[in-house]
């Protein structure tokens, strides 16, 4: 005789179900944002530095190869591109010749409002969205592009640019107050992905945003403070940060 044996099957209820996928969305709305901003400030500290590093680097191949660096230029940048010799180093001692004789791969845009953007396809002038050191007047720097997409920009009058030995580097600088050291034409800003958003300068989560000694600012590495442009200052063979949150940012970067 035949015994019928039965098996007992064993599942989730659909309620089981909705609840576990419901967890797993708030977890991970929770966490995702958190990973994003993380990945992100890591890519622009390391970004920023690289590009301070190859600024730097192309300051001292201009003084070992035509005799001059940001401290002993005397000419200003052309806003036109095409005017002959302008951007040769041989032939003119200035920021646009000493980066165009040096570096690779560069773009020269001309004014910082020169550089489109393309926002969902809505094409328009490259425009910083938060400032706070960065001057009203940005839009009329001008700006190269280095290889990897970095848009270096700096001040329409830069040249000349020299920090006194033994002085080093004051806020009031860049508003030509500190015992007639005036480095306000030589200040500018690096944004390490270039026109992709957010474009927005860093700033302190706490503390003041200033160089000078003692400056207790610190970045954290949220979506709102760790951003994507640095306020720089040029000077002699040097790029260096503007501001106490630049600087945060490159002391506590690692490549």
């Not at 039965?6 to 609840?19: D, S």
């Not at 791969?105 to 969205?129: A, E, Q, R, T, W």
Request: some cysteine; aromatic content about 8%.
């Amino acid at each position: 005789m035949a015994v019928l044996v039965m098996h007992k099957k064993y599942g989730f209820t659909l309620a089981e179900v909705l609840i576990t996928l419901g967890i797993i969305g708030v977890v991970a709305a929770m966490t995702i944002p958190v990973l994003i901003s993380n990945t992100n400030g890591a890519k622009y500290r390391s970004q920023f530095k690289k590009a301070v590093s190859t600024m730097n680097q192309a300051a001292l191949m201009s003084e070992a190869q035509f005799g001059y660096n940001f401290a002993s230029t005397t000419e200003t940048c052309p806003e036109d591109k095409s005017i002959a010799g302008a951007l040769h180093p041989e032939e003119s001692m200035s920021f646009c010749a000493m980066l165009n004789g040096t570096l690779e791969g560069k773009m020269y845009y001309g004014k910082v409002s020169d550089i489109v953007v393309n926002k969902k396809k809505s094409f328009g002038p490259y425009v910083l969205n938060t400032k706070d050191t960065i001057p009203d007047n940005y839009t009329d720097y001008f700006a190269y592009a280095l290889a990897d997409g970095s848009i270096i920009a700096f001040h329409p009058d830069a040249m000349n640019c020299e920090l006194p030995i033994g002085r080093r580097i004051t806020q009031a600088m860049f508003t030509g107050n500190d015992n007639g050291v005036d480095l306000s034409h030589c200040v500018g800003f690096i944004d390490v992905n270039g026109p992709t958003l957010p474009n927005r300068e860093v700033n302190c989560s706490s503390g003041v945003n200033s160089v000078d000694a003692g400056s207790n600012c610190i970045v954290e590495n949220t979506a709102n403070r760790l951003l994507d442009v640095f306020p720089v200052v040029f000077h002699d063979t040097t790029v260096e940060p503007a501001s106490g949150a630049a600087q945060f940012v490159l002391d506590t970067s690692k490549i």
